[in-house]
């Protein structure tokens, strides 16, 4: 019997979960999830100097917004130094690795030579066939691998297919350093055993440390995990993901007004697909996902596609559930918690009335923030430029006319509205934009907002006429 599935995600705490690393915490998630297995998350904060206790908090939270929580809790690679050394040490019983008392400037000396006869900058082996009575006993050392000196070494990956390293290239790297700590190629292979890792699933800038972990697992006569290397994310422009492509943290996509289903989806259609699918469940994902929709050309990040995602998965929510995603994020954006102290009871069925209208015209939370302005401003209403053009002149003796009309109106809702609108044209020879334009801006103050039949019935009779009078 085959052992379960577990993958795994394993971040450096050196700021937030960008983009990129978002889409292989999906991956992995995915992957366990679609096989019965699990996925655990590491915290690789060997690198003491840079890791922080609030970028560990900042991962976890992106991870727990976009629902992808690991398996048990977080494992701090730091916490495992001891058993990494522990390793170290007997590979070195094992003679697969070796002493390196060479000092920084002899391994300078070694990379100009090297690169003076055009060969790779690599250690010379000095150090490698010394046995114990050549180690200094006052000097410090590193552990280094002895590397195979010829051959290849292939990794046979799901994704990339065969791809093969020689090992003259490879080099006797280092295992431990001399302050006693160890390298990410030791501890990543330590921490991949140790945790029953079966499927190593990540971006392919990792192919190289692939081939390097491979030759650290064959030494230790360990299985090596089956390796999956997923191409990187690029931007619209096929450059390396930047700043301004998308390359910000999740948190800031939940602070732009995306939804994490929505940004869950998109996220998982760089570099997988299933057919010509475009919007997936989470169950329909874990049903169809698998390295056979794995593509193996960098994907391309596209706002416009991200946006028009987000757009589909809000008008799918109940006008419920769009206020409350707009009200958890209001305490994240720059004047959310001004708007936040507006909504009240009394204004609450306004707004859940006017979702669905406004989700027609929004691609983000922060557009429905914005539609919903009118609602929750303190009248008598600030009136744009366009809109007070509409509630001067002429118009002043439009709406003068038309309030009498809609106090009137006994079925107040869409159709009767609409009713009493036309009968009121006709008779005073009029277009229907003519009236309702100067109505929409006395009940929204914007010259752009939902169709003035919607505002009416959003607002209801006494709301309404009340804004109208306003402007009279």
């Not at 916490?79 to 070796?98: F, G």
């Not at 929510?317 to 009200?327: F, G």
Request: charged letters at 25%; one cysteine or more; glycine letters at 6%.
């Amino acid at each position: 019997m085959s052992n379960p599935v577990v993958t795994r995600f394993a971040p450096s705490p050196t700021g937030f979960l960008h983009i990129g690393g978002a889409r292989t915490a999906l991956f992995n998630w995915l992957f366990a999830r679609a096989n019965g297995g699990k996925m655990l998350l590491r915290i690789e904060d060997t690198d003491r100097a840079r890791s922080t206790d609030e970028a560990v908090e900042a991962i976890l939270d992106g991870l727990s917004w976009l629902g992808l929580d690991g398996d048990g809790d977080p494992i701090s690679q730091f916490s495992r130094v001891a058993r990494h050394r522990e390793v170290a040490e007997q590979m070195l019983a094992d003679d697969t690795a070796y002493r390196c008392y060479s000092t920084p400037e002899e391994l300078e000396a070694m990379r100009e030579n090297a690169r003076a006869e055009g060969r790779n900058p690599m250690y010379d082996g000095t150090w490698r066939d010394k046995s114990e009575a050549d180690w200094p006993s006052d000097m410090p050392f590193v552990i280094r691998l002895k590397s195979p000196l010829d051959g290849e070494t292939t990794i046979d990956d799901k994704v990339q297919g065969d791809v093969r390293f020689p090992n003259t290239d490879l080099d006797d790297f280092v295992l431990l350093r001399s302050d006693g700590t160890p390298t990410y190629m030791l501890a990543v292979v330590v921490d991949d055993h140790d945790m029953d890792v079966t499927h190593v699933i990540r971006g392919d800038d990792h192919l190289t440390n692939a081939a390097k972990q491979k030759l650290i697992f064959d030494a230790l006569n360990w299985e090596v995990p089956v390796m999956a290397h997923i191409p990187l994310i690029h931007g619209e422009d096929g450059a390396k993901l930047s700043k301004r492509h998308g390359a910000i943290g999740a948190e800031a996509y939940r602070t732009m007004g995306y939804l994490p289903e929505a940004l869950r989806n998109y996220l998982v259609r760089l570099g997988w697909s299933h057919g010509d699918e475009e919007i997936m469940s989470l169950d329909q994902m874990i049903e169809w996902f698998g390295f056979d929709g794995m593509n193996k050309a960098a994907a391309r990040f596209d706002f416009a596609k991200l946006e028009a995602i987000n757009a589909h998965y809000m008008r799918a929510l109940s006008p419920e559930a769009l206020l409350q995603n707009v009200i958890s994020i209001l305490p994240e954006i720059e004047g959310g918690l001004d708007i936040k102290a507006k909504i009240s009871e009394a204004n609450t069925p306004w707004l859940l009335a006017a979702m669905p209208a406004l989700s027609e015209r929004a691609k983000t939370l922060l557009d429905l923030i914005e539609g919903m302005s009118f609602i929750l401003a303190d009248r008598p209403l600030p009136m744009d430029e366009k809109a007070t053009t509409l509630t001067i002149g002429d118009n002043v003796e439009i709406l003068t006319k038309v309030a009498p009309v809609l106090r009137s109106i006994e079925q107040w809702d869409h159709d009767g509205i609409a009713a009493a609108l036309k009968q009121f044209c006709e008779e005073n020879d009029l277009k229907l934009g003519k009236v309702a334009q100067p109505i929409r801006a006395a009940l929204t103050g914007k010259a752009t907002s939902p169709g003035a039949f919607d505002v009416l019935q959003i607002f209801g009779k006494e709301e309404a006429l009340s804004r109208i009078h306003d402007r009279i």
